[in-house]
C-alpha cells in the first residue's frame, strides 16, 4: 500500500533557526497537503498543493511540491516559539476516485526560546 | 459556524466492552473521514463517506470496527469487543466535497478511547 515517509521525526531548534521537513510517497500522489498538530491538539490544515514544482508560501511558511509529484518540502524562516508543533504531511494517491488521504509519522518541532 | 465536534472527548472501558464514538461534521459537509491516531504517529486512516455510503472502508482494522452515517451528517463509530490495543485518540474530520479545493479536511478535537 501507499506509504508516506517524514524526516526528521524530531527537529529541535533556537528561536530564529531555520526548519526543514521533508516528505517523501513510494506513490505518485495526485495532491499532498500539509497539516500542524499542536501539543495536545488536533491536525489544522496549512495548504495543499497540486501542480507539479508547485512553490506556496505562507509568511515565513514556505512549501514545494516535487517535479515526480513524490516527495514535498515544508521551510520555516526564523521559527518563533509559536511555531511549535508537529508537521504532517498528508497525499492522495495519483488516478482513480479515491480521496483517502495517506499521513506521514510527523516532525516534532520544539523551539527554545 | 461551529466546527467538527466529538463526543464523548474521552472514554474509558474495559476490555471486551463495546463503545460508540460520535461525529459532528460542519454543516454543509459531505465527506467525512474516521482516523486513529497514536502517540507519536500520524494520523492512520480508517474510513471515509461521501454522503451516506462509505466510499473506503480499507483501514478499518478488523470486523469489529463498524461506522455508519445514516443520514449524510452525523457518523458513529462503533466498537465491538474492544481490546487494549484499540487505545487511541479517534479523530473526525469532514469536508466540504471531494477534489480540488473542496477537500480540505476539518479535523474534530478527537475522542481519547482507553481500554483497560
Known amino acids: 500500500g501507499q506509504q508516506v515517509m517524514q524526516i526528521p521525526q524530531y527537529q529541535h531548534v533556537q528561536e530564529g533557526e531555520d526548519f526543514t521537513t521533508y516528505c517523501n510517497s513510494s506513490t505518485t500522489l495526485s495532491n499532498i497537503q500539509w497539516y500542524k498538530q499542536r501539543p495536545g491538539g488536533h491536525p489544522v490544515f496549512l495548504i495543499q498543493l497540486v501542480k507539479s514544482g508547485e512553490v506556496k508560501k505562507q509568511k515565513r511558511l514556505t512549501f514545494q511540491f516535487g517535479e515526480a509529484k513524490k516527495n514535498s518540502s515544508l521551510h520555516i524562516t526564523a521559527t518563533q516559539t509559536t511555531d511549535v508543533g508537529t508537521y504532517f504531511c498528508?497525499?492522495?494517491?495519483?488516478?482513480?476516485?479515491?480521496?483517502?488521504?495517506?499521513f506521514g509519522k510527523g516532525t516534532l518541532l520544539t523551539v527554545n526560546p | 459556524g461551529a466546527g467538527v465536534s466529538q463526543t464523548p472527548s474521552n472514554k474509558v472501558t474495559e476490555k471486551g466492552k463495546y463503545v460508540e464514538l460520535r461525529c459532528d461534521p460542519i454543516?454543509?459537509?459531505?465527506?467525512l473521514y474516521w482516523y486513529r491516531q497514536s502517540l507519536g504517529q500520524g494520523p492512520e486512516f480508517l474510513i471515509y463517506?461521501?454522503?451516506?455510503?462509505?466510499?473506503?472502508d480499507s483501514g478499518l482494522p478488523n470486523d469489529r470496527f463498524f461506522a455508519v452515517r445514516p443520514e449524510g451528517s452525523v457518523s458513529t463509530l462503533k466498537i465491538q469487543r474492544t481490546e487494549r490495543g484499540d487505545s487511541a485518540v479517534y479523530l473526525c474530520?469532514?469536508?466540504?466535497?471531494?477534489?480540488?479545493?473542496?477537500?480540505?479536511?476539518?479535523f474534530g478535537p478527537g475522542t481519547r478511547l482507553t481500554v483497560l
Open positions: 498528508a497525499g492522495r494517491r495519483s488516478g482513480g476516485s479515491n480521496y483517502k488521504l495517506t
Open positions: 454543516s454543509g459537509h459531505t465527506a
Open positions: 474530520a469532514s469536508s466540504l466535497g471531494l477534489g480540488g479545493s473542496t477537500d480540505t479536511q476539518y
Open positions: 463517506f461521501q454522503g451516506t455510503g462509505a466510499a473506503d
